[in-house]
């Protein structure tokens, strides 16, 4: 199977490794150019969270995946021996499973997440966009996607959090800190910090939301929230307790030069989700203030209600991943069959010439005669082809599928 990945991601990698193999939607586009003109190279689809890295490649030939880590390298200005010390490669049936494990949260941080289900959805819609996709790649993320829709509905991993706001904000709770009633500060206004923002205000806190002045008027806040001007996020800290920052930004958004003049007379938590960092790690020095990052929050696998789902998930994830086996291994000969149902329905037409000819229909009402007799024969072929293929031994179908192609080359 030429189905490949390579990338870092949590378990390998902490947040500053991870924050150099980021990649902002501009550099996407650039690294995608490059990868188009790489020979040997069907598809591929960059996935590029907080906690992972991942280059998902299709090839039916040597896609050498040497030369991809070295231009991947070279890319991001990283040494090449500084990716291997990190690097995770997966390659056919390993590396399927560990998409559909993904996209349905089994495989991050925070066991069941919402976002991740999003996140690779849009990784392969922007890979579309830019024409790097292939047809298999585009099956193998729809059916992963499928597969992660299915564990969402059909199990309960309740006892899971759903994002890492969440998982914060359940901490904080354990250490004796509840944002209710409490002035929150969002930095960012992208997918976490829009989650986020909705979070705190369904716990309770008065929340305020910043905004770049260029982008105010356009930017959506969630209904509740306070606007303010990123520009004054300083002067507005004081009034608050704690401080979430989730944005895209490649500089920080808060700098322990920046806050020590403030000098607070109570604690504030800082509470940092983005990848690359938003806050300065220096800034934990100040007395007064409690940071965390994206890697100080986890979920233990305690429940045994979770284990229960968790079992449920797995066997939802096999079934999906059966469907996709089954389209691969035999999308070789899809276009035979097509071929053979095209010429089925001609071949009845055909047959049928002469009682046409006597029929008393209108031009068009034998147009939709013809076409419904066309649509029948195509639809009993697919019907006997695929009833067929799920009844016998691979190589046999084959070989009855080659009989067909030669009967149907003499006969029609």
């Known amino acids: ?62 896609a050498s995946e040497d030369r991809i880590v070295s231009m991947l390298c070279d890319f991001l200005g990283v040494d090449t021996s500084e990716y291997e010390s990190y690097a995770v490669y997966r390659q056919g049936k390993e590396a399927v499973e ?36 292939d047809h298999t790649l585009e099956v193998l993320f729809r059916q992963a996607v499928t597969g ?27 250490e004796g800190f509840s944002v ?16 986020s923002a909705r979070t705190l205000l369904e716990q309770g806190a008065d929340v305020m939301v910043t905004v770049r002045q260029y982008h105010s008027g356009v930017v959506e806040v ?16 004081p009034e608050c307790d704690f401080v979430v920052s989730a944005t895209s930004s490649p500089n920080y958004t808060l700098t322990r030069a920046e806050l020590e003049p403030l000098n607070l007379d109570h604690r504030i938590f800082l509470i940092d989700l983005a990848v690359p960092r938003d806050i300065e790690p220096e ?32 066997s939802i994830l096999r079934e999906e991943e059966d469907r996709f086996y089954e389209w691969y291994e035999g999308k070789d000969y899809v276009p035979r069959i097509q071929r053979l149902k095209e010429r089925a329905g001609a071949d009845v037409v055909g047959r049928m010439t002469p009682a046409l000819r006597q029929m008393t229909l209108a031009g068009s009402g034998k147009e939709e005669l013809i076409s419904e007799i066309t649509g029948a024969s195509s639809r009993m072929m697919n019907r006997l082809l695929f009833g067929l293929r799920t009844r016998v031994p691979d190589d046999v179908f084959r070989e009855c599928l080659q009989a067909m192609e030669e009967i149907m080359e003499k006969e029609c």
């Open 1 to 62: 199977m030429a189905i490949s990945m390579m990338g870092i991601d949590h378990k390998r990698a902490d947040l500053d490794i991870r924050s150099k193999f980021s990649f902002t939607t501009n550099q996407k586009k650039s690294f995608y150019d490059l990868l188009k003109k790489q020979a040997g190279l069907d598809g591929c689809v960059l996935i590029s969270t907080c906690n992972r890295m991942e280059l998902w490649l299709s090839s039916e030939g040597d």
């Open 98 to 133: 560990h998409l559909f494990l993904l996209a349905s949260g089994l495989d991050s941080r925070i066991i069941g997440e919402d976002q991740i289900v999003t996140q690779v959805g849009d990784a392969l819609a922007f890979a579309r966009s830019c024409y790097t996709t």
């Open 148 to 174: 992660a829709k299915r564990v969402k509905t059909e199990t309960d991993l309740s006892t899971a959090d759903k994002s890492v706001i969440h998982t914060a904000l359940q901490y904080m709770k354990k």
């Open 180 to 195: 209710s009633g409490k002035t929150c500060m969002v930095i960012g206004n992208g997918m976490m910090g829009r989650i």
């Open 222 to 237: 969630p209904d509740g929230c306070r606007r303010i001007d990123y520009n004054d996020r300083l002067k507005m800290l």
């Open 283 to 314: 800034a934990a020095d100040l007395p007064w203030v409690q940071l965390y990052d994206i890697d100080s929050f986890h979920i233990d696998l305690e429940s045994d209600k979770l284990k229960e789902n968790l079992v449920i998930a797995d």
